[in-house]
């Protein structure tokens, strides 16, 4: 005899078009949205997300995918960052979208250099003080593997020594190729954290 199992999976959509959003809560019901553009890709998208009430996930960029790193020039790294989130964060909050259901990610590698990806890591926790959890999606990134001269394959040890520190910095969520080893570096955090008395 067969038994059928039946399980809910909540499915991530990478968009920035309001359309994508309707069409996928039409197939899949209560869907997470990732938005790389934070709403500036789309005007629809923050009424459409406020509308069907889903989670949101808004990302920290500058300009397109195509022109962004050409806008890499910043005063400071992170208090600008922080400062474009929140803006981002108003316009969401005045869309009518439950802030309860709204993520936020820094961007690694999105309008921004190596060496300013590993400035960004390292005051993350500033972005804190905005009240919103973090994700963070820095596996098998250029600014892991070029900074070690390795590939993209090599760089698995590497990323989770950069997911360590971002836990650190207060990441909520990590956006993750490789889930188990992930997990144990989520763990082992989880673990050393528990016995942390500090200095």
Known sequence: MSHVVSCRIKFSIDTFRAEVVRRAVAQFGDIIVNDISAGYGDSEMLATVA???VPYIAMHMRGTPQTMQQ?????????????ELNERLQAIK?????????????????????EQNFELLAGMHALKELGQPLLVGVSRK????????ITPEESLV??????????????????????REAVETIKLYEKFTENDKGF
């Open 142 to 149: 250029s600014m892991i593997y070029k900074t070690l001269g």
């Open 51 to 53: 509308e069907l009430g």
């Open 158 to 179: 590497a990323t989770q020594a950069v997911h360590w520190e971002a836990l650190r910095q207060g990441a909520t969520l990590l956006r993750v190729h490789d889930v």
């Open 94 to 114: 005045k869309a009518g979208i439950e802030l309860e259901r709204v993520a936020l990610d820094p961007g690694f590698g999105f309008a921004k250099t190596t």
């Open 71 to 83: 806008q890499t020039e910043y005063g400071d790294i992170v208090a600008d960052v922080v400062s």
